[in-house]
Structure formats: structure tokens, C-alpha cells
């Protein structure tokens, strides 16, 4: 299956501060995808990033907040902007395989 | 919209027991329905992935079904182990290539 490198890990931020997430992919994607997914609460789609073209958000996220970029076809970052508690989650990359998808290990983000 | 619905919300079995994990969604316009595993702060793992055309997959001590035109699918896990504890999560895959999950199903097998 598909290798996902997604960095880092976990982190503990300020409120206020950003922090951005990387996803390498060990081959070539069309599209990689976003998650978050709140304390207990299952997966949410935030956007959709396609190389060459601006990342496409879902309701309820905008690119203010959650910028996107996607460099070439085996790359992408995800910035949280301007950080708040509400944001402690942990955010997942992913990217479709003709097998199913695959997953990031997933960052886990803490807002203090 | 299409939802995604797992019952039950969460589940208790001693080792040894077979189970059955339940999930329905609304639209019934899906390209595949994937299941999968996650433990505690972790990634998620994919267990199996069922395509619409499909009834059901199987892998090792797990059976996938799925009715397409009844909106459900059901995981059948036989010989339930303490390491099967996780939470399961079945995600439907619709038009536009995007998964919709629904909300798992915490498992603990008690040794």
C-alpha cells in the first residue's frame, strides 16, 4: 500500500500561533485530502488538494484558516492559522489507491 | 447529503465471541464503502474495501457485506480477540472520490 510520511507527529501550541503539517506520499497523486477529526468525534472532510489549482474547501472551513498548499504531485502542507482550543484535533492526510484509501498516522494538535 | 450511521456506538464482548459492526448510509449512489481500524491517537488502518458492484470481501477472521441497494453493510469479525480492541469506522466514497465517515464503533473484547 501506499507510504504516507506525515509530520509532526504531535505538537502543543500557543493560541494565536500557526502551525503547518506535511504529507509525503512515496509515489505520484492526483489528489490528497484533509481530515480532522475532533475529540471523539469521527472524520471530517476539510479540503481537497489537487496540484496546479487552489485547494477546493468543504463547508465550514475556508482558506483564511486553513491554507493549503500543494507543490507538486507527492507533497502537501496543511497551516492552522491563528490557533484557538477549538482547533485541538488531530488532522490527517489521505490519498485514494485503487485499493481503498490511505491514511497519514495523523497529527495531534493541542491548543493552549 | 449522504450520512453515514454505525450502530452500535460502542460494544463489550468477551474473547472469543463473533460480533457483528453495523453501518447504513442514506444515498445509495456510492463507488465503494471501505472499513477500517483505529487505536487510540493513532492513524486510521484499512481493514477492507468493498466496490459497489461487490457483495462482500474477506480477509483473515473478517467478512465485509455490503447491500448497496438497502444502504448497509455489516463487519463480521469471528474469534474476537483482545488486540481487535479499536474503534471501526466504515466510510462510503461518493461521486466526487471523497469519503463520508460515519461516527464508529468503539470494541472492547474483554480477555
Known amino acids: 500500500s501506499a507510504v504516507i510520511s506525515q509530520k509532526p507527529s504531535r505538537d502543543i501550541c500557543q493560541r494565536g500561533t500557526s502551525l503547518t503539517i506535511q504529507c509525503q506520499v512515496d509515489?505520484?497523486?492526483?489528489?490528497m485530502f484533509w481530515y480532522r477529526q475532533q475529540p471523539g468525534q469521527s472524520l471530517t472532510l476539510i479540503a481537497t488538494a489537487n496540484q496546479g489549482s487552489e485547494a477546493t474547501y468543504e463547508s465550514g472551513f475556508v482558506i483564511d484558516k486553513f491554507p493549503i498548499s500543494r507543490p507538486n504531485l507527492t507533497f502537501s502542507t496543511l497551516t492552522v492559522s491563528n490557533m484557538s482550543p477549538e482547533d485541538s484535533s488531530i488532522y490527517l492526510c489521505?490519498?485514494?489507491?485503487?485499493?481503498?484509501?490511505?491514511f497519514g498516522s495523523g497529527t495531534r494538535l493541542t491548543v493552549v | 447529503k449522504q450520512e453515514v450511521t454505525q450502530i452500535p456506538a460502542a460494544l463489550s464482548v468477551p474473547e472469543g465471541e463473533n460480533l457483528v459492526l453495523n453501518c447504513s448510509f442514506t444515498d445509495s449512489a456510492i463507488y465503494n464503502l471501505q472499513w477500517f481500524r483505529q487505536d487510540p491517537g493513532k492513524g486510521l488502518t484499512s481493514l477492507l474495501l468493498i466496490q459497489s458492484s461487490q457483495r462482500e470481501q474477506t480477509s483473515g477472521r473478517l467478512n465485509a457485506s455490503l447491500d448497496k441497494s438497502s444502504g448497509r453493510s455489516t463487519l463480521y469479525i469471528a474469534a474476537s480477540q483482545p488486540g481487535d480492541s479499536a474503534t471501526y469506522l466504515c466510510?462510503?466514497?461518493?461521486?466526487?472520490?471523497?469519503?463520508?465517515f460515519g461516527s464508529g464503533t468503539r470494541l472492547l473484547v474483554r480477555p
Open positions: 509515489s505520484q497523486v492526483t489528489m
Open positions: 466510510a462510503v466514497m461518493d461521486s466526487s472520490y471523497k469519503l463520508i
Open positions: 489521505s490519498v485514494p489507491r485503487t485499493w481503498g484509501y490511505t
